[in-house]
């Protein structure tokens, strides 16, 4: 199916017909760009601030959304046949389902992530009201009215939940975050889950689960951050540390469905697991980018100041990774965002400005006299890395989230960055809100942390080239780039469908889009436009939008 131009046009929505679409979107492009984002259509939930719309995933059979509601523990399914207007059906409750296993979804759970077979057989991952306790995943027929097919029981706290190109299996990475007090740490698994044939639940002796026991004391390999547990927190002594500290975030799976590669994001690393035998095969570290040579805004107090600094690294601590496949070798993108252990238990936080202050070490004196020092004091750093090695003073800073989009080879080599281009992209397009937060329009408050966060990252195909596009957390929109070669990413477009004039809490219906969180694309052959589409999850403005992907100069969009 071919869509002109002039035939989409029909589809976009009146000025004032849909209030999450915002007048004059924030817009930069490459020049000669190949693509171009246009916000088409939304559904608002109308909720702020509470994670009312996260991970999103389409029935393309159905042409339906299904839009995970983290707070109420459910999952909106949407009507995306007129992605103008998109529509909500039903919703998928999934609180008070029976198990497998002999339990029932508890009234206090919360709904993390959703993914859909194309024969629509759905799941939902699911952490139980106390997230140390193991969660679930619920089956639901995506085609259906919203009957729950049953569930099975999982690790705690399921984050992220796949499935395998081939639909055989599910993937699901089970975090184990610590109670807030530290008082219990589950041990971080990911649980690989035959699926049945057909659209029906499966059984609890299809849970396998792999583990990190394997990696405990010398076995784990360098780079990988073991830190803050509960024998920091003073609370234990565990028997298995390692297992206990890394905390699975996020599943890419190679087109064979064969491996898994799993983010450990506040570990830095990234876990191989072989499909078959459901276990861990390999760990490997994502690695730091060097400040001194890939520049960054480090304060929320110096202005809009991309600089280089000495002495200072940022872990990349990635959320979300996928997997594609070039000339049979398989690449894997990661949206660097970055993430901290900072509970009542235990915290790694500090800022550069409090070192050698209230019994923490100071910095070194070659780091106090290294180019940029004095600018660095508002910056969150870690107190858990970069001690000398008597352990008197700390001789490198390191930071978090590399702010930019990698590529890495699937044995953990650094192919390709975009370094600091995220940064200066938004500074250009909108510098009287560079940096800005989510939650509230502000000039340079997010410098001093993480910066814009790359977080989401979903893949597609436009014209036979391949597309990574990438959701900014804090600053807002969708990032696109061509991954063409993976060796050479080239940023095509950004486009933030958000009104800087307005804070959401204060003006939601105006504000547009806050918090990009989950992102997936649509491709022109399963799109009920015949063209590509990317629909993005907004868990600050509980939003769901869907973009019209368009080839600039071209009518056959596919």
């Known amino acids: 199916m071919l869509t002109t131009t002039a035939a989409l046009s029909a589809l976009l929505p009146l000025a004032g017909a849909n209030a999450g679409l915002v007048a004059e979107p924030v817009r930069s492009s490459a020049p000669g760009a190949a ?43 949407l009507d995306a046949s007129n992605p103008a207007s998109p529509a909500k059906l039903f919703d998928l409750q999934t609180t008070g389902v ?63 939940v796949t499935i395998t190109p081939d639909g055989t299996r599910a993937v699901v990475a089970n975090e184990g975050e610590p109670a807030d007090d530290y008082a219990v740490d589950p041990e971080g698994t990911v649980s690989v889950v035959a699926l049945p044939d057909s659209v029906a639940a499966a059984s609890q002796s299809d849970v396998r689960s792999a583990g990190f026991h394997a ?26 540390p390692v297992s206990e500290n890394l905390e699975p975030e996020y599943v890419a799976i190679d087109q064979q469905s064969k491996t898994a590669y799993v983010t450990l994001q506040e570990a830095n690393g990234v876990a191989v697991v072989d499909l078959r035998s459901a276990a861990v095969a390999d760990v490997w570290s994502l690695g730091t980018v060097d400040r001194s040579r890939v520049p960054l805004d ?79 004091s508002r910056l969150k750093i870690t107190k858990a890395d970069g001690l000398n090695a008597a352990r008197t003073c700390y001789e490198t800073l390191y930071g978090f989230g590399g702010r930019d989009v990698s590529v890495f080879t699937t044995d953990g080599r650094l192919v390709s960055t975009t370094g600091d281009e995220l940064e200066r992209i938004t500074a250009g397009a909108v510098p009287a809100f560079f940096n800005s937060d989510h939650g509230s329009s502000s000039f340079d408050n ?113």
């Open 35 to 77: 693509l171009r984002l246009d916000p088409v259509g939304t559904y608002e939930t109308g909720v702020f601030d509470e994670s009312a719309a996260e991970i999103v995933e389409y029935y393309a059979a159905a042409a339906r959304l299904l839009v995970v509601n983290a707070s109420q523990a459910k999952v909106e399914v």
């Open 98 to 160: 029976p198990s497998a296993d002999g339990t029932t979804v508890d009234a206090g759970a919360v709904a993390n992530s959703v993914a859909v077979r194309e024969d629509g057989l759905g799941i939902v991952a699911v952490e139980a009201a106390d997230k140390t306790d193991n969660g679930w995943l619920v089956f639901f027929d995506a085609g259906g009215s919203g009957q729950a097919l049953g569930a099975v029981r999982v690790g705690a706290l399921p984050d992220m």
């Open 215 to 240: 990696f405990e004391g010398s076995a784990l390999p360098s780079g990988i951050r073991v830190y803050g547990g509960r024998a920091d927190a003073g609370t234990g002594t565990p028997a298995y």
């Open 298 to 376: 480090a304060s929320d107090r110096d202005g809009l100041n991309i600089r280089t600094f000495a002495n200072l690294r940022t872990f990349r601590q990635p959320d979300a990774i996928a997997a594609y496949q070039v000339k049979g070798r398989t690449y894997l993108v990661t949206a660097d965002e970055g993430d901290t252990r900072d509970w009542d238990g235990y915290s790694e936080e500090i800022r550069v400005g409090d070192l050698g202050k209230n019994g923490l070490k100071p910095a070194c004196d070659a780091v106090k006299a290294g180019a940029g020092f004095t600018g660095l």
């Open 446 to 558: 997010r410098s001093d942390d993480k910066g814009p966060e790359p977080e989401g990252v979903t893949l597609g195909k436009v014209g036979g080239r391949t597309y990574a596009f990438v959701g900014l957390e804090r600053i807002g929109g969708v990032v696109a780039y061509d991954i063409t070669d993976p060796a050479r990413p080239q940023f095509v477009t950004w486009t933030d469908n958000r009104n800087f004039a307005v804070n959401g809490s204060s003006n939601l219906a105006a504000a547009g889009d806050l918090g990009p969180e989950g992102l997936t694309f649509i491709s022109g052959e399963e799109s009920p436009t015949g063209r590509p589409l990317v629909a993005v999850g907004n868990e600050v403005s509980g939003s769901t939008t869907l973009f019209d992907v368009a080839r600039v100069g071209k009518t056959n969009l596919r």
